[in-house]
């Protein structure tokens, strides 16, 4: 089975501060995504990777950025920690080829900023 | 960009009942991906559907993928309690894929004992 690990399941930061979400999978997956989820509003695209150090954004890339070193961790980075990033943040991975769209979900984050 | 609309948005039942729900894309899709998201976790991949018209089942969950391509179906028989959580539908993005997905908005499920 598809593991995938979030470093941290509650984390509780201070306005200003730089804050490291960590994801790691153990499928040798090429794809690798971060999300944010908010009541009503589902589940965003912050970022995503298909390889090592490649990185596109996705819908709500603003306030972030991510890092991909190696193939099995994917980073997210919030560079200064607002209120407004209080949220459920999920990592996922897929494979390459033609079920990339088969997404596996870490556990979450839920991150509070305060 | 595509967007799904789920429905219903949220649904109590009893259990032992029977559940619908379904979603629609504005645009033709060429896979349907079910999620179930329990209450404090990740969602779990439940079905993934590839082709029109295909009817896949998992245990008491079966998913539809609709003939026009712009829709699909979920469907769970003899709800237990554990059947509690939020179920979304998924489908490729456009542009540019390397396994992107959209999402429908979830569909929460309550059921009572």
């Known amino acids: 089975d598809v593991k995938v690990t979030q470093s941290s399941r509650y984390l509780v930061k201070r306005t200003g501060e730089k804050v490291f979400l960590e994801c790691v999978q153990d499928m040798d997956h090429e794809n690798m995504f971060w999300y944010r989820q908010d009541p009503g509003l589902g589940l965003r695209l912050i970022y995503f990777?298909?390889?090592?150090?490649?990185?596109e954004k996705g819908d709500i890339p603003e306030g972030y950025s991510v890092s991909r070193e190696k193939k099995e961790r994917f980073s997210l980075i919030l560079e200064s920690a607002s209120t407004n990033q209080t949220s459920m943040y999920l990592c996922?991975?897929?494979?390459?080829?033609?079920?990339?769209?088969?997404?596996?979900f870490g556990p979450g984050t839920r991150l509070t900023v305060l | 960009g595509q967007q799904l609309n789920q429905s219903p948005q949220s649904m109590f039942i009893q259990e032992g009942e029977d559940v619908s729900m379904n979603c629609t894309s504005s645009?033709?899709?060429?896979?349907w991906l079910w999620y179930k998201q329990d209450p404090g976790e990740g969602p779990v991949l439940l079905i993934a559907l590839y082709k029109a018209g295909e009817l896949t089942s998992n245990g008491r969950l079966t998913a539809q993928f609709g003939i026009t391509r712009k829709d699909s179906f979920l469907n769970i028989s003899a709800s237990i309690p554990s059947d509690v959580g939020i179920y979304f539908c998924?489908?490729?993005?456009?542009?540019?894929?390397?396994?992107?997905?959209?999402f429908g908005q979830g569909t929460i499920l309550t059921v009572h004992p």
């Open positions: 998924a489908g490729p993005a456009g542009g540019t894929s390397y396994g992107k997905l959209t």
């Open positions: 990777s298909y390889d090592v150090k490649m990185k």
């Open positions: 996922a991975s897929s494979s390459g080829g033609g079920r990339d769209t088969e997404q596996f």
């Open positions: 645009s033709i899709f060429n896979t």
